[in-house]
């Protein structure tokens, strides 16, 4: 079981460029998310998804976009990149049950020049 | 919006040194969970707890749900360089879908 990976590992854009992070789960969990994590703060939620074919907004759900594509695949946008956008990337899944133990992926780090 | 507040932010002690760090919330959730992050690397699940004075032991980490389930600690007996990291509390509630992250709890242990 390779659990949650994410591609690419590391990205740099230019202010303006689009690009699409990838995340995959084999561990057949229901639920996804995406969070982003800046120096010295925990992670912020900006899309989760609690089932397949179902996303919602998270707190910073802002110049993002997210599409579920089947269970295990759960894709995050950014159309037009900003330097405000600057982050590590962390993909999760969870069972969705109750205590909503989440599984987490090894990031992406994003640069926006 | 639920919070939950890590107290304190940053800590750094001497190997074999005992620590407690502490997350609280003024609300209440159907179970918190424990997270160690390393740099450069995700967050691992330590532990979940779930019933209100629970007490979960790992190795030399101690967990404790407070009885009302709105605050947890975590305690470490004689602290070796390994368990430096980011320690990270989360809260769920039952059918809500997402969890609530703390900001963490940056550790430091030194040789």
């Known amino acids: 079981n390779a659990g949650v990976t994410q591609t690419p590992k590391f990205q740099v854009l230019k202010t303006g460029q689009s690009m699409t992070l990838q995340c995959a789960q084999d561990?057949?969990?229901?639920?996804m998310y995406w969070y982003r994590q800046d120096p010295g703060m925990g992670l912020r939620l900006i899309y989760y998804?609690?089932?397949?074919?179902?996303?919602d907004k998270g707190e910073v759900p802002n110049g993002y976009n997210v599409s579920r594509l089947n269970k295990r695949e759960f894709s995050l946008r950014l159309e037009s990149a900003a330097p405000s956008q600057t982050s590590v990337y962390f993909c999760?899944?969870?069972?969705?049950?109750?205590?909503?133990?989440?599984?987490f992926g090894p990031g992406t780090r994003l640069t926006v020049l | 919006t639920q919070l939950l507040e890590q107290s304190p932010q940053f800590l750094s002690i001497q190997e074999g040194e005992n620590l407690t760090v502490y997350c609280n919330s003024s609300?209440?959730?159907?179970?918190l969970q424990w997270y160690r992050q390393e740099p450069g690397e995700g967050p691992v699940l330590l532990v979940t707890?779930?019933?209100?004075?629970e007490v979960k032991k790992l190795k030399r980490l101690t967990f404790q749900f407070g009885d009302a389930r709105k605050d947890s600690s975590l305690h470490i007996t004689a602290a070796q360089p390994g368990d430096t990291g980011l320690y990270l509390c989360?809260?769920?509630?039952?059918?809500?879908?997402?969890?609530?992250f703390g900001d963490g709890t940056t550790l430091t242990v030194k040789p």
């Open positions: 999760a899944s969870s069972r969705g049950l109750s205590y909503n133990e989440q599984f």
């Open positions: 561990m057949n969990h229901n639920s």
């Open positions: 998804s609690a089932s397949e074919g179902t996303t």
């Open positions: 609300s209440v959730f159907s179970s």
């Open positions: 707890v779930v019933t209100g004075g």
């Open positions: 989360a809260g769920a509630r039952t059918n809500a879908g997402k969890s609530t």
